[in-house]
Nanobody, 115 residues
Framework: QVQLVESGGGLVQPGGSLRLSCAAS????????MSWYRQAPGKERELVAV????????NYADFVKGRFTISRDNAKNTVYLQMNSLKPEDTAMYYC????????WGQGTQVTVSS
């Protein structure tokens, strides 16, 4: 069955970095654009970044442009989110999913930015 498993979250100080990973299975990963979303407590889930199926096209929400980088390894069925210059407002649960044809959400990975 389709499965998305996020990892790499943690507690980091403001200005720090984290790299999230999302391992996908149960579908032909290389055929789909992928995306990262996040949801902070009491807020709606929001789109953070998108990457095309080949990795050649990327798009970012304004609030992460210049700080986050999405990438993928189709040989490993994995999508990544490199997060630099983290801010307290980046604190959220982070999820990956297919872009445009979403499947069941994974468990997410918690990112907490705090001093």
């Amino acid at each position: 069955q389709v499965q998305l498993v996020e990892s790499g979250g943690g507690l980091v100080q403001p200005g720090g970095s984290l790299r999230l990973s999302c391992a996908a299975s149960g579908f032909t990963f290389s055929m789909y654009a992928m995306s990262w979303y996040r949801q902070a407590p009491g807020k709606e889930r929001e789109l953070v970044a998108v990457i095309g199926s080949t990795g050649s096209n990327t798009n970012y929400a304004d609030f992460v442009k210049g700080r986050f980088t999405i990438s993928r390894d189709n040989a490993k069925n994995t999508v990544y989110l490199q997060m630099n210059s983290l801010k307290p407002e980046d604190t959220a649960m982070y999820y990956c999913n297919r872009y445009g044809s979403r499947v069941s959400w994974g468990q997410g990975t918690q990112v907490t930015v705090s001093s």
